[in-house]
């Protein structure tokens, strides 16, 4: 009788060990949805994009499940801090005041900034031209760090709680002008509502880095590491990429 019960001590111990250690490979994925084509909502109600199917895969190749959850852009990184979700997959360019707050990955993508103004218009993107006029862009985004640091002196610049509200302000004339995300700018281009505008000049900055942000010493980084290694190697990357934009953002 003691063996028995034993057994079904041990047998217990067991099945709690596996249902604790299933409970932590179950990993919450915190995203904006109102970043499309990189994270948005759709008619369901679920997030989808680019930064899901990448996160999703990442996942898949460290065989854990996961779940999405969304958060205001301001809010995003003091809501990974406070544990709602375990790491952001949200197009966030890495930058060294960022890097004081969290970790990140190798970056999974690099973004460009770019301006876009409406087609009937002679919009040049150097200092003396952008003089006098509205420019917008997201709050807390490389675009409005780089218009504050560059621009501040000579345009008005109005911040945007998301890049949405800042197109509804350029389609119904209160910009100007929208500097943000080249590839963001490429999918709102190809919609109905983007149908008026265009790019204005080059890129002002080419090299803005994406990464995936986890709590400052976490070991999910190295096994994040290691599965976007394995999705860009195996061509799950590339699928990914071709289902988005007709070029490489890698």
Do not use: H
């Amino acid at each position: 009788m003691k063996n028995y019960k034993k057994i079904l001590l041990a047998a217990a111990a067991t099945l709690a060990f596996a249902l604790d250690a299933s409970a932590a490979d179950k990993l919450r994925i915190g995203t904006e949805g109102a970043y499309p084509p990189f994270n948005g909502i759709d008619a369901s109600g679920q997030a989808v994009g680019f930064d899901l199917d990448i996160g999703k895969a990442l996942c898949a190749k460290m065989k854990t499940e996961c779940e999405v959850v969304t958060s205001d852009w301001d809010g995003i990184i003091p809501a990974l801090n406070a544990k709602k979700f375990d790491f952001i997959v949200a197009s966030m360019s890495i930058t060294d005041e960022r890097k004081q707050a969290v970790d990140f990955t190798d970056p999974y993508y690099t973004n460009k900034l770019q301006f876009v103004a409406p087609k009937s218009v002679d919009f040049k993107t150097d200092k003396d031209s952008l003089k006098g006029k509205v420019i917008g862009a997201q709050r807390a985004t490389i675009a409005g760090t780089w218009l504050e640091d560059n621009m501040a002196d000579v345009v008005t610049i109005k911040l945007y709680d998301t890049q949405e509200n800042a197109y509804l302000d350029l389609s119904s004339g209160r910009l100007d002008g929208v500097l943000a995300d080249k590839f963001v700018q490429y999918d709102w281009l190809k919609s109905d509502a983007g149908k008026e505008f265009e790019f204005k000049g080059e890129p002002v900055f080419d090299n803005d880095k994406i990464g995936i942000a986890v709590r400052k010493g976490d070991p999910l980084r190295e096994r994040l590491n290691a599965a976007l290694k394995e999705i860009v190697a195996d061509g799950t990357y590339k699928k990914i990429n071709d289902k988005y934009f007709p070029f490489s953002i890698y």
